[in-house]
């Protein structure tokens, strides 16, 4: 089993910038993939960005590319997401998740989800 707890959501101006952080459950945090999702009000669930067990291979959505950073500690077992230069369109729930069947980035599809935490930008 594993747990997922994120933290760091909030209000936010557009063009600011927040970071998310999604603390791990379990001592085998470093042998597999993590990631994030976001889900917005009568919207699917989408793909944000991955990150392999090193964190030396990320992926992300074309859609935050060149805005938000994805990176993991695995001493702490924490994987964040920075997010810059926010934009009112990335308003959404922020889900962390784990993929354990893998150790790489892509294809990256989750078994572990957390909570979730509220990011919302305002123009």
């Known amino acids: 089993q594993v747990q997922l707890v994120e933290s760091g959501g909030g209000l936010v101006q557009a063009g600011g910038s927040l970071r998310l952080s999604c603390a791990a459950s379990g001592r085998t945090f470093s042998s597999y993939a993590m990631g994030w999702f976001r889900q917005a009000p009568g919207k699917e669930r989408e793909f944000v960005a991955a990150i392999s067990w090193s964190g030396g291979s990320t992926y992300y959505a074309d859609s935050v590319k060149g805005r938000f950073t994805i990176s993991r500690d695995n001493a702490k077992n924490t994987v964040y997401l920075q997010m810059n230069s926010l934009k009112p369109e990335d308003t959404a729930v922020y889900y962390c998740?784990?993929?354990?069947?893998?150790?790489?980035?892509?294809?990256?599809?989750?078994?572990?989800w957390g909570q979730g935490t509220q990011v919302t930008v305002s123009s």
């Open positions: 998740a784990a993929d354990r069947t893998t150790a790489q980035a892509i294809p990256f599809h989750p078994d572990y």
